[in-house]
């Protein structure tokens, strides 16, 4: 049976606080920014899992809420944020929980939103939305094939083999399509990032991944095998590089659609 597709992280809370990407200050900047945060604003994340892209917004002075679904990942980020009193976290599903509609000035998302889908997030994140505000979207594309051709070949030759998964990741969520939800002024932007994995590291990241979690018994074994017997023979080091994509949309008035 299919699992949740938004509930795998919850198992690793400690390998996704030390293997997700961290963005960069220029996006956080960008969004800082756009929304105007400081003292006397209102934010709201979107599933924050462990807080790669929370403290930004919290060293501005903004009064921060993130909502998590995953009991683990929540406590882990209330923990970890414990020494600022402009945090507030709640355990519970965005799509549901009662927030004050017109209440954020930015309502954000690093890489969650899209596990709602956009017939129910870009009309709850504009509820929540004052007139004005500010919706941030940002994730992470990356590619290894073109640092590592060869290595990238063997990689595919064990997704081929052993890579079955209960959790496949098909989701999609457009972050243009927010102007036919009552935004507009969409501003893109994307910044660059390289990484560099040894073997294990390189293992221990991947199995963050929800998809990857999902690993059915009878097959992880040979499969993460393989996938450190093809590092090794390239070296043991596999380069990344990639980009940081950010999309920010302001909420129209009240006459929006």
């Known amino acids: 049976m299919a699992l949740d597709p938004r509930t795998p992280f919850d198992s690793v809370p400690e390998a996704f606080d030390r293997w997700r990407p961290r963005y ?3 996006l956080f900047d960008r969004v800082a920014s756009r929304a105007a945060l400081g003292p006397g604003c209102r934010s709201l994340e979107i599933g924050p899992g462990t807080g790669q892209a929370t403290e930004f917004a919290l060293r501005t002075g903004t009064d921060c809420t993130a909502i ?13 944020f414990s020494r600022y009193p402009n945090f507030h976290l709640v355990c519970g599903d965005f799509a549901t929980h009662p927030f004050e509609p017109e209440s954020f000035d930015l309502v954000y998302s690093a890489a969650a939103i899209q596990w709602i889908g956009e017939e129910i997030a870009y009309p709850r994140c504009r509820d929540l939305l004052r007139p004005g505000g500010t919706l941030a979207m940002f994730y992470t594309r990356s590619d290894y094939k073109t640092p ?4 990238y070949a063997d990689i595919q030759k064990v997704y081929d083999e052993w ?8 989701k999609h969520f457009d972050c243009e399509a927010a102007g036919a939800w009552g935004f507009h002024s969409m501003e893109h932007r ?12 390189y293992v221990a990241f991947i199995g963050t991944h929800s998809d990857h979690i999902g690993i059915r018994p009878e ?15 390239h070296g043991g080091v596999l380069e990344m590089q990639g ?3 950010l999309y920010l949309w302001t909420r129209g008035g009240k006459d929006a659609p």
């Open 68 to 80: 998590e679904l995953g009991t683990n990942l929540a406590a882990f980020c209330e923990r970890k």
């Open 148 to 151: 590592n051709p060869a290595l």
């Open 190 to 201: 994307e910044f660059p990032f390289r990484r560099s994995f040894a073997t294990e590291d």
């Open 163 to 170: 890579y079955r998964t209960d959790t496949p990741y098909t």
């Open 24 to 26: 960069c200050d220029d």
């Open 243 to 245: 980009v940081y994509v």
């Open 219 to 233: 097959c992880r074994d040979a499969f993460y095998g393989g996938i450190r017997a093809a590092i090794g023979h």
